[in-house]
């Protein structure tokens, strides 16, 4: 089945740890995003990426990074410059910049 | 930048009545999307409207885009419970420019 997956589901890290929340699609999809939600936030943008080896920031880039060394692929770091890393984190990739999103299960990440 | 609002925040039905949820751009978009998010679950794309004045129906579901192009609404006739969630607006400009969803109206319905 074509999709997209992030892994873990649930991920648990103390303060001050760097943690990597995984994203691969299978949809041959160009452009891939990474998207913060909390309670009564909405959908924030984190980071954006439109091709291999290029990625731009969104509305809430510090203390994220990212990378896109292949197509299938765009890992997000959470760094402990991050001041709130307790959120849902959501992956999502499409065809094109503002074409249908397709969304993975999303990662709980809670920082204690 | 541009910016989506979507109003309202939260919305309590009885089973049964109609909902409408609400989003207005501050500037003129080339397209505009919806999403509905369950409880727990992810973001699942419903439709696209890319016209002026476009409407377009899936089932008891009724998405309107405006002639001006800078809002759209989403109308839910006689709810059942597997319409509660969140359900998001996202538009763009066009262009290079990419989506910018709005914060989402949650959909509680009571039996």
């Known amino acids: 089945d074509g999709g997209i997956t992030q892994s873990p589901k649930y991920l648990f890290r103390k303060e001050g740890q760097n943690v990597t929340l995984s994203c691969e699609q299978n949809?041959?999809?160009?452009?891939m995003y990474w998207y913060r939600q909390d309670p009564g936030q909405g959908l924030r943008l984190i980071y954006y990426?439109?091709?291999?080896?290029?990625?731009q920031k969104g509305d809430i880039a510090e203390g994220y990074s990212v990378s896109r060394e292949k197509k299938e692929s765009f890992p997000l770091t959470v760094t402990s410059a991050q001041k709130n890393p307790t959120a849902f984190y959501l992956c999502?990739?499409?065809?094109?910049?503002?074409?249908?999103?397709?969304f993975g299960q999303g990662t709980r990440l809670t920082v204690v | 930048g541009q910016q989506v609002m979507q109003i309202p925040q939260y919305q309590h039905v009885q089973e049964g009545e109609d909902f409408t949820t609400y989003c207005n751009s501050s500037?003129?978009?080339?397209?505009i999307q919806w999403y509905k998010q369950r409880p727990g679950g992810h973001p699942v794309f419903l439709i696209q409207?890319?016209?002026?004045?476009e409407v377009k129906k899936q089932k008891r579901l009724t998405f309107q885009f405006g002639e001006a192009k800078k809002n759209s609404s989403l109308h839910i006739t006689a709810t059942q419970t597997t319409d509660v969630g969140t359900y998001f607006c996202?538009?763009?400009?066009?262009?290079?420019?990419?989506?910018?969803f709005g914060k989402g109206t949650h959909l509680i319905i009571q039996p």
């Open positions: 999502a990739s499409s065809i094109g910049r503002a074409t249908e999103a397709f």
């Open positions: 949809l041959n999809h160009d452009a």
């Open positions: 990426s439109q091709i291999v080896n290029d990625f």
């Open positions: 500037t003129t978009l080339s397209n």
């Open positions: 409207l890319v016209k002026s004045g």
């Open positions: 996202a538009g763009s400009a066009g262009g290079a420019d990419g989506l910018t």
